[in-house]
Each structure stands twice: as C-alpha cells, then as structure tokens.
C-alpha cells in the first residue's frame, strides 16, 4: 500500500449493491401501487358511466383559469374522469406542477407537487368566490386590517378564509346550511367559483376513489343548497332550451 493511500472497506461494495437493490425495490413497489391506484380510479369512473384517461392535458390551466391550476411550470392534468351529475358536467382529475428553487451553493432544485381536485360546471351564472381553510398567514393580515368577510357563525370564521369582490353573493352562497356542511366534513376544502364553474380540492395531495366520492357529494350538496334565485334561473335557462 503507497504512502498516503487509502483502502475502502471490504463490505463498502456490498453496501453500495445494497443501496441499489433498495431503490430498486421501492421503485418497483411505488410503480405497483401507482397502477393499482390508476386501476381503483379507472373502475371508479366506470361504475358511474363516466370516461377516464391517463393521457396528459397540458391545456387545464388556459381552459379554466382557477389560479391553483396556474401555480409554477410543467403544469398538467391527468388521470382525467369526465362525466355528468344532476345533469352537471364534472371533471375529477390529478394535477402536476413544478417550482424550483436555489440552495446556498447555487445548484438549482427542482420540487414537484400533486394534488386532486373537481371542476363542476354550474349551469348557472357564478360570481367569483373563493372559500378556502384560513391559514397563519391569513390571520396574520387580519391583523394588520386586510381581513376576509366574516359570517355570523364565529366557528366557520375562524376556521375559513372567505373572499369575493360581492359581499352579498358570499351571504348569499353561504348561508346558515351551507356553512354547517362545511364545517360538517371531515376535510377542509379549498372551492373556488369563476363565472361557471366550481373548482374543490384540498391543496395538496391525490385522493382514492372514495375522497373523490366525498369531495364530489359536498360540491353538489353547496350548489342544491344555492340560493332560490339562482335555482330559478337555472330552471328559467332549461325551460328555455
């Protein structure tokens, strides 16, 4: 052995083959599970008569302009079922985005997230409103006077962020039942309306087939609970056709 040489372990290999074998497995186990899970929601989709497709759709973010679909780069849906409920067009999809950020030696990070959600077509004129768990942040601002719109019930206050530029179409919206089935659920949704449409997630994270279920009963439950006017309106618009 030369002076200054240095001998690796002798077991350092196997460790090394180790390591790899175990990513090896993790992989091979992450990618069952994913199919598995592509299958439950494949057969979930099929059971209520609805289309489903793998394929990437790079478009969602043009196509419907919630800002939660506009968040970082390579952005797409996937994992797509489409169909109808109560005569509504739905969308219950996996959704893909990346942000990037740098460490302290310059070297670029690349950070993927993923989450589920619905996009529910109302059939009816919306007004933009957004309803979402109120977070540290939130009541950060709130403190310092940029404060959201508060209801009546101190519960859901606290526990919800609620904005809208029509004050009174929040009331509207959210009158007494449809503040106690929101607080009702075991999960806090995120739901955001544009002109037409509804758009519920949690945030973060991609649900089984019985969190879409759930997600999709509470969507449908705030419109059949929308308030008599807009219910009129809708049957003035069916009458019409």
């Given at each position: 052995m030369l002076l200054g040489e240095t001998r690796l372990p002798g077991f350092l290999p196997f460790v090394i083959v180790g390591f790899i074998a175990l990513f090896i497995v993790i992989?091979?186990?992450?990618?069952?599970?994913?199919r598995k899970r592509v299958a439950a929601l494949q057969a979930w989709a099929?059971?209520?008569?609805?289309?489903f497709s793998e394929t990437k759709d790079h478009a969602y973010d043009e196509r419907y302009g919630f800002s939660h679909l506009r968040q970082g780069s390579n952005r797409y849906a996937h994992n797509i079922s489409s169909g109808q409920v109560s005569g509504r067009g739905v969308k219950a999809f996996d959704y893909?985005?990346?942000?990037?950020?740098?460490?302290?030696?310059?070297?670029?990070?690349?950070?993927?997230?993923?989450?589920?959600?619905?996009?529910?077509?109302?059939k009816i004129p919306l007004k933009p409103l957004e309803i979402r768990p109120e977070g540290f942040f939130d009541k950060m601002?709130?403190?310092?006077?940029?404060?959201?719109?508060?209801?009546?019930?101190?519960e859901f206050s606290r526990k919800f962020f609620v904005k809208s530029p029509d004050r009174k179409w929040a009331y509207d919206v959210l009158h007494a039942r449809v503040i106690e089935l929101l607080?009702?659920?075991?999960?806090?949704?995120?739901?955001?309306?544009?002109?037409?449409?509804?758009?519920?997630?949690?945030?973060?994270?991609?649900?089984?087939?019985?969190?879409?279920e759930e997600a999709l009963d509470v969507a449908t439950k705030l419109m059949d609970h929308f308030?008599?006017?807009?219910?009129?309106?809708?049957?003035?618009?069916?009458?019409?056709?």
């Open positions: 992989a091979v186990m992450a990618h069952k599970m994913e099929s059971s209520k008569g609805w289309r893909h985005w990346e942000t990037h950020s740098t460490d302290s030696k310059g070297n670029r990070q690349t950070h993927t997230h993923r989450m589920s959600a619905l996009i529910i077509d109302a601002k709130g403190a310092f006077g940029f404060d959201d719109i508060d209801f009546e019930s101190a607080l009702a659920q075991p999960h806090r949704y995120t739901i955001s309306f544009d002109e037409s449409r509804v758009f519920v997630s949690r945030g973060s994270g991609r649900w089984k087939p019985p969190e879409f308030p008599d006017y807009l219910k009129q309106q809708q049957q003035q618009q069916q009458e019409g056709l």
